[in-house]
């Protein structure tokens, strides 16, 4: 279980308007429906969007597993912002290197009921930090792998 650490500027847990006001994200790319808890070393999200037909990551009429990958970083950059609480702006990050990817499905949008993404931070290195994340439908596994994210300069 992760514990939530949550300060009188940061909640432990966030619904979608508050979290798409921590990330650079807009519109339908703010891909996350909610922040269940977070602590200094996790978070805990939740989606419901991808079987929507607007899924704006969709290829035609498949939601692709490659679009876990977005999701997760999404949760990656959401508990980066809650580690800065004092930002007044979304940092931006990139994906800098993927590793360790495997899954367990071909698409998300034939997946029922919510999305959970899960990120663990391991390493927080100068410009960046570097996270273990997955994708889950209940206890089911989709998705999983590391990625190394690195953040512009303040």
């Known amino acids: 279980m992760i514990s939530s650490t ?7 847990t966030l619904d979608h308007h508050q979290l798409a006001a921590r990330i650079p994200h807009t519109g339908a790319m703010c891909l996350l429906a909610r922040v269940e808890r977070w602590s ?6 939740v989606a419901s969007g991808h079987r929507a037909p607007d899924n704006p990551l ?7 597993v490659s679009a876990g990958i977005e999701y997760a970083a999404q949760a990656m950059a959401v508990h980066g912002s809650l ?5 007044t ?5 990139y994906l800098a290197v993927l590793s360790r990817v495997e899954w367990t499905v071909e698409r998300l949008d034939d997946i029922d009921g919510e999305l959970q993404i899960e990120a663990v931070r391991d390493t927080v290195i100068g410009g960046g930090s570097s996270y273990q994340f997955a994708v889950r439908a209940g206890e089911r596994l989709l998705l999983s792998g590391a990625a190394v994210i690195a953040f512009d300069p303040l």
């Open 6 to 12: 949550p300060t009188s500027t940061t909640p432990a």
């Open 40 to 45: 200094e070393r996790d978070i805990h999200c």
């Open 58 to 64: 969709r290829h035609g009429d498949r939601l692709p």
């Open 83 to 87: 580690l800065e609480p004092t930002a």
């Open 89 to 93: 702006t979304p940092r931006r990050g």
